[in-house]
């Protein structure tokens, strides 16, 4: 209890990505945020201005730069064929960033999803999914791609300044023609094998709707020999509960007792979870735990301790307004509000991913921040009053 309070007390808050791709960072301590802006580098709109940014994913890279990885376009919808996978670093620790560039460029004119960092050893692993090409319809927009497709992965050997050629990790055409999609970051198990949170999506044209009763079924892709090759574990849910979709799976580190768990997004009004005590291999019917969920992710990591910290909106309803962290002392059988990060009815605060970095004892946190009605209009606007103690608004617009 104690050792939970003092880093708690310590835990900053960095890194909400705006809509224009620019990077909003807060500094908490002792509850009072303190605001700071990276003013965005615009000197040319039409080829840097991000109108839209998304799935946030953190990591620190072998050369000790704070990266922060997302889903971005020039477009404002979510799924155009310019989609790419952006990124910033950040050299202080997350108090200043970089300018954005493209890791991953939309591939033959489809949008890329979800980015998924893994650093291991001198090493950085890059996932994504591709969009399959005939999986599209026409929204607002113009063509719009479905989320997921073919799961990909690629390696830079320094740092990110140069990638290696992606390679297929799990394809659309396995089971029968299903989009795979990513969104949470891979644990390693005790024997040394990668676990990698998937979930199957349908949409679009005809040809990607043949397996309906897949849709929304989660897995792990396993991995014995660091991405060379892979295997499917799946995750069935209680036949007792709710039936739900389980998507966007966030799974954590094992407890000093072998416990993983791995929380689900759902449309049941509650966070599911599934424990595995045998390294992964296999999973417990998913059940709800006593967490609300508003149908969006999710994310969890493993402090010392045997200690679980989960972001998660504290909302029910379809609203996502309201961003907390929360911690489990007994293996998420019961969970205790540690923090509200936001909570202002005008806004959407969501997508929420975790980054616990052992070397300073600091817990970090990304999340997508949208303001209402346009949604994906910049997010300075209205800013909270709670956290209005602001000290530099030269990026606020
Ligand atoms: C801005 O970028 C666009 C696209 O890359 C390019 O066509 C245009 O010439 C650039 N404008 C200036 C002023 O550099
Ligand atoms: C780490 O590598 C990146 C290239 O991806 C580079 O931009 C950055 O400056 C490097 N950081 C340090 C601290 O050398």
């Not at 954005?100 to 980015?115: D, M």
């Not at 009004?269 to 967490?291: C, K, V």
């Not at 070397?359 to 990304?366: R, T």
């Amino acid at each position: 209890m104690n050792s939970s309070l003092i880093r708690w007390l310590n835990i900053t808050v960095l890194g909400a990505i705006l809509a224009d791709g620019s990077i909003v960072q807060r500094k908490s301590l002792d509850f009072t945020y303190r605001w700071a802006y990276t003013p965005l580098q615009t000197t040319n709109l039409s080829s840097t201005l991000l109108k839209y940014s998304h799935m946030g994913m953190l990591s620190i890279l072998p050369n000790k730069s704070l990266a922060a990885a997302w889903q971005g376009s020039e477009d404002w919808w979510e799924g155009g064929h310019r989609q790419a996978i952006y990124w910033a670093l950040s050299q202080d620790g997350g108090l200043s960033w970089g300018q954005h560039k493209i890791v991953v460029p939309s591939s033959h004119q489809l949008p890329l999803w979800g980015p998924v960092l893994h650093v291991e050893d001198d090493t950085v692993y890059l996932f994504f999914a591709v969009s399959h090409a005939q999986c599209w319809w026409h929204g607002e927009g113009g063509m719009h791609w479905a989320c997921g497709g073919d799961v990909m992965m690629q390696r830079s050997l320094d740092s990110g300044s140069s990638w290696q050629e992606p390679q297929m990790v799990y394809s659309f055409d396995e089971e029968g023609g299903i989009a795979k999609m990513i969104a949470n970051k891979l644990t390693i198990s005790s024997r040394g094998h990668w676990l990698l949170p998937f979930w199957r999506e349908m949409g679009g044209q005809p040809e990607c709707n043949m397996q309906p009763a897949k849709h929304g079924m989660p897995g792990l892709l396993v991995s014995p020999d660091k991405g060379a090759s892979w295997r499917v574990i799946d995750i069935m849910i209680d036949p007792q509960e709710t039936p739900t979709w389980l998507i966007e799976g966030a799974l954590s580190a094992g407890s000093s007792k072998g416990m993983y768990i791995m929380l689900f997004r759902t449309s049941a009004g509650h966070i599911y979870s599934s424990e595995s005590y045998n390294d992964g291999m296999h999973w417990t019917p998913a059940r709800r735990t006593q967490l609300p969920n508003p149908n969006a992710k999710v994310d969890v990591v493993l402090l010392p301790e045997d200690v679980l910290l989960v972001a998660y909106n504290d909302n029910a309803e379809s609203s996502r307004d309201t961003l907390a962290l929360a911690s489990s002392g007994d293996g998420g059988h019961t969970w205790v509000q540690r923090a509200l990060l936001e909570t202002n009815p005008s806004g959407s605060f969501h997508y929420p991913t975790l980054l616990y970095d052992s070397s300073q004892d600091k817990i970090f946190v990304i999340y997508s921040v949208d303001f209402l009605p346009g949604k994906n209009s910049n997010a300075l606007v209205d800013l909270p009053a709670l956290h209005a103690d602001k000290t530099d608004e030269n990026g606020a617009t």
